[in-house]
Structures are given as C-alpha cells and as structure tokens.
C-alpha cells in the first residue's frame, strides 16, 4: 500500500507568521494533492500537482501556495497565516487517471492564533 | 461544475440493522463514483469505487450501485456492525478535461452504529 508521510502532525502558529506543511510519498506516483477537512464542508482541494516542477490551483487556492521539488515531496506553504486557516489538512498522492485511487497522510492539525 | 451532496450529518443506527448513505452528484461528464471511509483519528482511505462496465462494486459488506439516470451512487449494507462507525465521503472523478485525477468530495456523513 501507498505510504504518504506528513510533518508536521500538529502545529501551532501565530497570525502573520509562514507556515509550511511538508508530505512525502514513496509509492512513486505522479500526482499529488493537498486538502482541507472542515466540519461542514468535507475535503476540499487546495493545491495538486502533475510531477515534479508542476503545481495547480484546486478549489480554494487562495492563501496557499505549493512547492513540488521532487517526485516524492509535495509542500504547502501559508505565506501569512491566518486564523481561518485553522484546520486538519490531508495530502494524497495517486497515479492520477479518471479511477485514480487517492493515498491520504495521517494529517496535519493546523492552529492559527 | 462538479458537485456531490451526501446525507447530511450525522446517521445513527442500531447494530444489525441496514446501512443507506445517499450520495447524488452533478458533473458535466459521465464521472467515475468513490466512497471513501475515515474512522476517528485515521486518514481516509478507499472504500469502493464506481466501474466502468457497470458492475456492482462490493467491500467489507458495502455495495454502491450508480445509476446514472439519478445520478446517484448509494453506499448501502446489510447489517451494520459497531466497527462501521465512522466518517464516510463520497466522491466523484471528472472524466471530462485534462482528466487530472482531482476527486470532489461531498460534506461527509458520519455513521454511528450502536449496541
């Protein structure tokens, strides 16, 4: 099975401040993806990648910005946190295609204060 | 663009009786269907998915059948156990465009399943 690492699990931050949650896959796939889970509004897509170099705006991208240096690490960067960002949020990987099977980390709580 | 409306919050159930979480959908195209399980303090991870000839998809108890002429793909079981308790996503693949792999999830339905 896909193994798809997160660091941080838990974090702390301060309104302002850079904010950076980094994920590692091993499984070799090409794409990747970031979500955030909210009470009420499920999973929603941030950020996704085809491979290494890309990134792509999902459906909340504002805020957020990614980094994909290589074929196995995928960040998510909050340049200027803010307290509405506080939430649990979810990388994946998957070898992309339309029954494309999504591998999720073990999340990364987020707290702005 | 996509969307996906599941049953809304919370369902409670008495062990042993039958599971149904509606899930229907709106896509542009004909999608490929998910229901993804994420029991407490876990990640999600793929509970079924959709065929593209049709068949009935099956695990761990569940099915889901699509019927796209309701666009709907409900995760249905028998026999619910307390073991079942947990967040359950359905979601939906865009076959259409750049095919980029991106699932749309709906809200979650949380299913407690009780003595």
């Known amino acids: 099975e896909a193994a798809v690492t997160q660091s941080p699990r838990n974090k702390v931050a301060v309104t302002g401040g850079k904010v950076t949650l980094s994920c590692n896959q091993t499984n070799n796939h090409n794409n990747m993806y970031w979500y955030r889970q909210d009470t009420g509004h499920g999973l929603r897509l941030i950020h996704y990648s085809y491979g290494a170099g890309s990134t792509e705006k999902g459906d909340i991208p504002d805020g957020y910005k990614a980094s994909r240096p290589s074929q196995e690490n995928f960040s998510l960067i909050l340049e200027l946190a803010t307290p509405s960002q506080t939430s649990v949020y979810f990388c994946?990987?998957?070898?992309?295609?339309?029954?494309?099977?999504?591998?999720f980390g073990a999340g990364t709580r987020l707290s702005v204060l | 663009g996509d969307s996906v409306t599941q049953t809304e919050g919370l369902v409670t159930l008495t062990e042993g009786l039958p599971v149904m979480l509606n899930c229907t959908y709106q896509?542009?195209?004909?999608?490929?269907l998910f229901w993804y399980v994420q029991h407490l303090n876990e990640a999600p991870k793929l509970l079924l998915k959709s065929f593209t000839d049709n068949k009935r998809p099956e695990h761990q108890g569940f099915h889901a059948t699509l019927h796209k002429s309701s666009s709907s793909f409900h995760l249905q079981k028998s026999s619910a156990q307390l073991s079942d308790s947990a967040l359950y996503y359905c979601?939906?693949?865009?076959?259409?465009?750049?095919?980029?792999?991106?699932?749309?999830f709906g809200h979650g339905t949380i299913l407690r399943v009780h003595p």
């Open positions: 896509s542009t195209y004909s999608p490929f």
């Open positions: 994946a990987s998957g070898e992309g295609g339309g029954q494309n099977t999504l591998y």
């Open positions: 979601a939906l693949s865009d076959l259409g465009g750049a095919n980029t792999g991106k699932l749309t």
